[in-house]
């Protein structure tokens, strides 16, 4: 249900406006960023708009189709979606393909308590491929056009730049409590009570939840850090020094397990090797890819995960990573019931009371909801693109010459690992982060190809 006064009507259908005057001012790989990031940190989270035959438009779908109407009408680039090779066209395909195998073994009523689901239809096929597409567009967007080293620099700037600005309105709200949205766009975007932690507040901004706005934080943490090993400015101050204060911020946000990512990445960017931090993203790649498999099998190490993490954080920190442990596993036992093509949406993937009919299960992380809804060929079709850009940064890696390019190269490879296996307890993967794991493999197989260019003269 779409809510937000006529303030956040107005911003939402004047984005694609707005959109349109930066590809016709600026190049295309700034205009996306604004248009992409900016909208995801700007726009009013519950507010959409709805057309015929197509999903709702809002605020992480609205910059998306902005962005396309920017790269096609504006810039005259078609965005390259089937003309990929090797594994990524065959996991594109996959996508397509089995979205409507799903839509088509779930026609069947669900009858659950007083609860009826309907069956699925052909509408709800289209509408799903469209849906997903919006969401995986920024992906071929960065790795079309995010593929120099001086565009991967420019999206690192980029990061910490908005860091920098969006840590004042996190000041505000840490001081003052989350009010931003209520005020510009008239309603709060979830419970009140969520932003409320340790006698202070997460702040929300315009982001929709406090971990949302921290892990935002940690993405521009990795990229200030890798930026002052090159020695960069932003603005008038060091990168270094900029790294510096969006731990401070981070910090402010009160997410234990972004602070965790927080700490991690800085210290691996700062003082571990390229090659190291190449090994770690490309385990932590390894780690979520496997997950449903290790759950289903009942060998991932839960129990010993809650233990560290009561010793680091305390009992009742560790009770909220518990408690999506459990709807983990009721969800999962759900999944497996139909577990090559999933129950679909409209919430079949949920679990509810047989008696009442009564929503019984939370669903945090992205992949059981992946998986619950489009089964193991849906995960691996939308997780596969993620480990397909850190094993090709790994390769890509061995075949760079420059220090800096390396560095670069590395830090965003780890990005996209800490982007991976945040997937497992949160719901993270917002198009904006879509199109840092494209740019990723972008700039990869761009150096992958000049390397074969050069051995061939």
């Not at 308590?113 to 239809?121: H, M, N």
């Not at 946000?253 to 800085?266: D, P, R, T």
């Not at 691996?268 to 931090?277: A, D, G, P, R």
Request: proline share 4%; charged share 15%; glycine share 8%.
């Amino acid at each position: 249900m779409s809510r937000g006064n006529a303030f956040a009507y107005i911003v939402l259908l004047g984005w694609p406006l707005f959109s349109i005057w930066l590809y016709k001012k600026k190049n295309i790989q700034l205009a996306t960023l604004i248009t992409i990031i900016g909208g995801f940190m700007l726009l009013a989270v519950g507010t959409t708009v709805d057309f015929p035959l197509i999903p709702p438009l809002g605020k992480h779908s609205m910059p998306v189709v902005s962005a396309v109407i920017g790269c096609w009408f504006i810039k005259k680039q078609t965005i390259k979606y089937f003309s990929n090779e090797g594994i990524t066209q065959v996991l594109v395909l996959l996508l397509l393909v089995g979205t409507f195998v799903t839509i088509e073994l779930n026609g069947d009523q669900i009858f659950t308590g007083e609860k009826i689901l309907p069956g699925l239809t052909r509408h709800d096929a289209i509408s799903s491929v469209i849906r997903a597409f919006i969401q995986i567009t920024p992906f071929f967007i960065g790795k079309q056009f995010f593929k120099t080293y001086q565009d991967q620099r420019l999206m690192f700037r980029f990061l910490a730049v908005v860091g920098l600005i969006y840590s004042i309105p996190i000041l505000f709200e840490v001081r003052m409590s989350p009010q931003l949205h209520t005020w510009i766009y008239g309603y709060f975007p979830h419970s009140f009570a969520q932003a409320s932690r340790d006698g202070g507040f997460r702040p929300v901004v315009f982001i929709g939840h406090g971990l949302a706005v921290a892990f935002f934080i940690v993405c521009t943490i990795y990229a200030s850090v890798s930026l002052s090993l090159l020695g960069e400015k932003i603005r008038n101050f060091t990168a270094s020094r900029v790294s510096y204060y969006l731990v401070f911020i981070l910090v402010l946000c009160k997410s234990k397990a972004s602070l965790l990512y927080g700490v991690f990445g800085f210290i691996m960017i700062k003082k571990i090797s390229y090659e190291n931090q190449i090994r770690a993203a490309t385990l932590l790649a390894i780690i979520t890819l496997a997950y449903p498999a290790m759950s289903v099998l009942k060998v991932f190490p839960h129990q010993q995960v809650l233990d560290v993490a009561a010793s680091l954080a305390g009992e009742r920190r560790t009770e909220s990573l518990a408690f999506r442990f459990r709807n983990e596993r009721i969800l999962l036992e759900h999944a497996v019931e139909r577990p090559y093509f999933g129950w679909g949406g409209a919430g079949r993937n949920r679990v509810y009371n047989e008696d009442t009919g009564k929503d019984e299960s939370v669903t945090d992380g992205s992949w059981i909801i992946i998986f619950g809804m489009y089964g193991l060929f849906g995960y691996i079709a939308k997780f596969g693109l993620l480990v397909v850009s850190i094993f090709s940064a790994r390769r890509a890696a061995k075949l760079i010459i420059d220090k800096d390019e390396t560095s670069l190269l590395a830090a965003h490879a780890l990005l996209v690992g800490i982007i991976m296996i945040d997937q497992i307890p949160n719901s993270s993967l917002a198009p904006w982060l879509w199109l840092v794991v494209g740019a990723l493999l972008g700039r990869s197989e761009n150096i992958i190809a000049l390397k074969k260019v050069k051995s061939r003269v």
